[in-house]
Nanobody, 125 residues
Framework: QVQLVESGGGLVQAGGSLRLSCAAS????????MGWFRQAPEKEREFVAA?????????DYTDSVKGRFTISRDNAKNTVYLQMNSLKPEDTAVYYC?????????????????WGQGTQVSVSS
């Protein structure tokens, strides 16, 4: 069956970095667009970043992370990454990866077919 397993979360001080990984299995990874979303306490889940299938030539970020976060994918390892630099306390959230059977889905959460269980990222001030 399809599985998306996030890892790499943790506690970091403001200004620090983390790299999240999402390992996929059970489907043809290279033929799915991927996205990262996050949900802070008492807030709705929001879009963070997305990347197109294949070589990942199309990508997008929410404004608040542009210039700090980078999404990438390694199809040989069936893994999508989110490199997070210059972290801020407001980045604290549970981060989820998601897969969509399409070239690119961007921020449209309802268009994603599969979701992981999430990994906690906590940034202290």
């Amino acid at each position: 069956q399809v599985q998306l397993v996030e890892s790499g979360g943790g506690l970091v001080q403001a200004g620090g970095s983390l790299r999240l990984s999402c390992a996929a299995s059970g489907y043809t990874f290279s033929r799915y667009a991927m996205g990262w979303f996050r949900q802070a306490p008492e807030k709705e889940r929001e879009f963070v970043a997305a990347i197109s299938w294949g070589g990942g030539s199309t990508y997008d970020y929410t404004d608040s992370v542009k210039g700090r976060f980078t999404i990438s994918r390694d199809n040989a390892k069936n893994t999508v990454y989110l490199q997070m630099n210059s972290l801020k306390p407001e980045d604290t959230a549970v981060y989820y990866c998601a897969a969509a059977n399409a070239y690119f889905q961007g921020s449209y959460q309802n268009a994603y077919d599969y979701w992981g269980q999430g990994t906690q990222v906590s940034v202290s001030s």
